[in-house]
């Protein structure tokens, strides 16, 4: 049990899925469904591997294919028609529930509620099987998860710096008048989207495997969808560390009370954090790092 | 299958009952949104609030049950009318997915509060309704109960709204914000007249739903997501569209879970709900 290199492996996992969200999010796309495509990921390749023995890399290619399938369905007539702003928020929360519910319903497969552990490959002190994708050892995972985290950042960098981006940013603030200077904003959406989604698809197959259980709770529905859109907030949307420092400081503030007060006060860390929401939605919108950043430039 | 199958039709008069309670459970909601244009993501969880209230007022404390569910109309009340003098009004002028978003901040602080205060264990009124027997089909008295109050709490509001000086002004901030404080209406006292209705409405469903349901932290994510879909289906800020599409999302429900699971039923109404917005975005009876 390496308990800091733990931490470390939550907050470049989270940092990363929680930058696929932010794609879309700073871009006026705030979606509450995200909670669906970890989900997708996290179980079709647990269900996968523990009923046909499917391998996670060609069942990871399964839950993409199946996340993008998805992502299109929703994000197709959603921009189509223009449903923006929480009319997007709420159709994206009723998917994420959809998803919750369908793993929840099909509980003689996916054990329900209770969740699911992928089976084992690692037999007779093996610490690693490649093909089952399981690694017992700490620092391969800390390896691959930095890995995506550094992927996530350069995804991030790359559109930043893209026609796209300017293309999405006109569109959030005019959708009307960027569609009138020949922007395809249905299309403009729909490919971030897909990006965004699919990245996320990815952090609950990494979940999945590094965690080796998954829960509809923890994994998909209102809860975790809302989750990575308050993580966001909280450390920043608009700069690009800005969701690695929400899903570190919502990490350690709940690790840091219960080192000190042990398990005594079961929900304070989630109630500081949620006044500590508000008020940062309140008087401080760009969340930790995006008001950090100022203070320092107007110095 | 029979067409006259006895369940069937007990499912079908029961989604009618639930249709009730749901209706009842997306009045406040929908009220908040038409006046105030601001949708309470948190809704649920001030229903979580009055749900506790009445627990304790009346098992731990003995107040009769009449009275505990009084007080706690009062205080999910207050706590409407502070959420909005606290939260909302800072952000009324911000971005409306602010007003989105700090609402949901407000879910997580009630839920996690709630946790601290009252431990995760689910808390059970101990009082059972009798259930109500009509040939071969059984109905619980909470459901009738809380369809009975549905109704007259809609044609409570309609008319508060049509027949009242206050209800005139509240329909008319509605219509134009910008206008109605050169008529002598301010807007700020009916913002905050409107949020403590819209919470003592919570309070009311509360007190139904504490007679069906046990209570614990995390209930309001079982019911919520399905309010705000119902307000959203009925064309937001419409309270008779709101009160069409709890029914219809309720024999979605009812008969779904008759036929298959009932966590199908559920992803049937959801799946329903997206396929409305896809058709109509504006709701099945939008302004």
Redesign the interface.
């Known amino acids: 049990m390496n308990y800091p290199l733990h931490l470390a492996i939550l907050v470049l996992l989270w940092g990363y899925i929680y930058t696929s969200w932010a794609l879309m999010g700073r871009l006026?796309l705030?979606s509450f469904g995200h909670g669906a495509f970890m989900g997708i990921g996290a179980y079709t390749v647990v269900m996968l591997w523990n009923h046909f023995g499917l391998s996670p890399w060609l069942g990871g290619l399964v839950a993409l294919a199946f996340t993008a399938l998805v992502a299109l369905l929703?994000g197709y007539?959603?921009f189509r028609?223009?449903?923006v702003?929480?009319?997007f928020?709420?159709?994206t929360?009723?998917?994420s529930?959809?998803a919750r519910?369908?793993i929840?319903?099909l509980r003689d497969q996916t054990g329900g509620s209770l969740g699911a552990t992928p089976e084992s490959a690692l037999r007779e002190g093996a610490t690693m099987s490649l093909g089952a994708l399981q690694f017992s050892s700490k620092e391969i995972w800390l390896v691959v998860v930095a890995a995506f985290w550094l992927g996530g950042l350069a995804v991030w960098r790359a559109l930043d710096r893209s026609m796209g981006r300017l293309a999405l940013q006109a569109i959030s603030e005019e959708e009307e008048a960027a569609a009138s200077v020949g922007i395809h904003v249905t299309r403009a959406k729909l490919r971030i989207t897909l990006v965004s989604a699919l990245m996320t698809c990815a952090g609950g197959i990494l979940y999945a495997q590094y965690q080796l259980y998954v829960n509809p709770d923890t994994v998909a529905?209102?809860?975790i969808s809302?989750q990575m859109?308050?993580g966001v907030?909280a450390g920043g949307m608009f700069v690009m560390l800005g969701p690695t420092v929400g899903a570190a400081f919502t990490l350690l503030l709940a690790e840091g009370l219960r080192l000190a007060w042990g398990n005594r006060?079961?929900?304070?860390?989630?109630?500081i954090?949620?006044?500590m929401?508000?008020l940062?939605?309140?008087?401080m919108?760009k969340g930790i790092l995006g008001a950090a950043l100022d203070a320092l430039r107007r110095r | 299958m029979d067409i006259f199958d006895v369940f069937l039709l007990e499912a079908i008069v029961n989604g009618l009952l639930l249709g009730g309670l749901l209706a009842l459970l997306s009045l406040g909601l929908n009220l908040i949104f038409g006046v105030i244009d601001v949708?309470w993501i948190c809704y649920a969880e001030l229903i979580m609030c009055g749900m506790y209230t009445v627990y304790y007022l009346y098992v731990q404390y003995h107040w009769p049950l009449a009275l505990a569910m009084l007080a706690a109309i009062a205080l999910v009340a207050l706590l409407g009318f502070a959420l909005h003098q606290f939260?909302i009004r800072?952000?009324l002028s911000?971005e409306?997915?602010?007003q989105?978003?700090?609402t949901?901040?407000?879910?997580?602080?009630?839920?996690?509060?709630a946790?601290?205060a009252f431990g995760?264990e689910f808390r059970n009124l101990g009082v059972t309704l009798p259930s109500v027997r009509v040939g071969e089909m059984s109905f619980s008295a909470a459901r009738l109960l809380a369809f009975t109050l549905a109704l007259a709490g809609v044609v409570g509001l309609w008319l508060f709204l049509r027949k009242t000086y206050l209800g005139t002004a509240i329909r008319a901030i509605s219509q134009d914000r910008a206008i109605m404080p050169l008529m002598g209406v301010s807007p700020a006292r009916i913002f905050g007249i409107t949020s403590a209705l819209g919470g003592a409405l919570a309070g009311l469903a509360a007190c139904l739903l504490v007679l069906q349901y046990d209570v614990h932290?995390a209930i309001g994510?079982s019911f919520?997501?399905i309010v705000?879909?119902i307000c959203?289906l009925g064309g937001l800020g419409n309270l008779f569209g709101g009160f069409v599409a709890a029914f219809v999302f309720a024999q979605f429900i009812a008969v779904g879970g008759f036929f298959?699971?009932l966590?199908?039923g559920?992803?049937l109404a959801?799946?329903f709900?997206?396929v409305v917005?896809?058709w109509r975005?504006q709701g099945i009876l939008g302004r």
């Open positions: 006026g705030v929703i007539p959603c028609f223009r449903i702003g929480h009319y928020a709420l159709v929360l009723a998917l529930e959809v519910l369908v929840v319903a529905g209102i809860a809302l859109v308050f907030i006060f079961p929900a304070l860390d989630s109630t954090y949620g006044l929401l508000v940062f939605i309140i008087y919108p | 949708v939260v800072p952000v911000a409306p997915i602010n989105l978003l700090v949901g901040g407000m879910l997580f602080f009630l839920q996690a509060a946790t601290l995760i932290p994510l919520g997501p705000f879909l959203v298959f699971h966590e199908w559920y992803v959801f799946v709900f997206i917005m896809f975005p």
